[in-house]
T-cell receptor
């Protein structure tokens, strides 16, 4: 079975700081990887996804993530955060065998201080 | 609106009552998913449909939970004889075709509280 670990439960940063949120998964086969974001009072929305090709994936709002297969990791990064990035971030994985379900991590709450 | 619509947004029910949660996906979307999210946790898969066919219900916790999508559009998640442990945010998502080659669009969720 797949599992996803997000070790940072709550991260607090000042505006313009650089961000890296960790995501590790456990699954021996080919995986597809996702980062979702939930802004306060809104629904979950997709930030970026990886399923093949270049392991460095660029998403919306200046976010990017790097898939490192040897480390089973898919960390989310942003060079300079803004107050509007305050949200909860979820890493998710699905396998590549026609199984459409996503397995989510527990989420990281990001608070940006102006 | 053009997004996934869930109703009700909030539901408070007494233990032992049945509840029905509705999901209206984006028009034309083939796949529909139900997730449950407990406080402080990530969404947990319950079940999904392609058109009207329930493809995977392995995440339904027990036989009190059921879901249907009879015409391949609107879906209903029903919980019978609710228990306090059923309290959670129930999220629905839809996608135009199969994951991962497309994106799952989530609704606002239904917050269920069992008292």
């Amino acid at each position: 079975a797949q599992s996803v670990s997000q070790h940072n439960h709550h991260v607090i940063l000042s505006e313009a700081a650089s961000l890296e949120l960790g995501c590790n998964y456990s699954y021996g086969g080919t995986v597809n990887l996702f980062w979702y974001v939930q802004y306060p009072g809104q629904h979950l929305q997709l930030l970026l996804k990886y399923f093949s090709g270049d392991p460095l994936v660029k998403g919306i709002k200046g976010f990017e993530a790097e898939f490192i297969k040897s480390k089973f990791s898919f960390n989310l990064r942003k060079p300079s955060v803004q107050w509007s990035d305050t949200a909860e971030y979820f890493c998710a994985v699905s396998d590549n065998f026609g199984n459409e379900k996503l397995t989510f991590g527990t989420g990281t709450r990001l608070t940006i201080i102006p | 609106g053009a997004g996934v619509s869930q109703s009700p947004r909030y539901k408070v029910t007494k233990r032992g009552q049945d509840v029905a949660l509705r999901c209206d996906p984006i028009s034309g979307h083939v796949s529909l998913y139900w997730y449950r999210q407990a406080l402080g946790q990530g969404p947990e898969f319950l079940t999904y449909f392609n058109y009207e066919a329930q493809q995977d219900k392995s995440g339904l916790p027990n036989d009190r939970f059921s879901a249907e999508r009879p015409e391949g559009s609107i879906s209903t998640l029903t919980i019978q004889r609710t228990e306090q442990r059923d309290s959670a945010m129930y999220r629905c998502a839809s996608s135009p075709s199969r994951l991962p080659y497309t994106e799952a669009f989530f609704g606002q969720g239904t917050r269920l509280t069992v008292v």
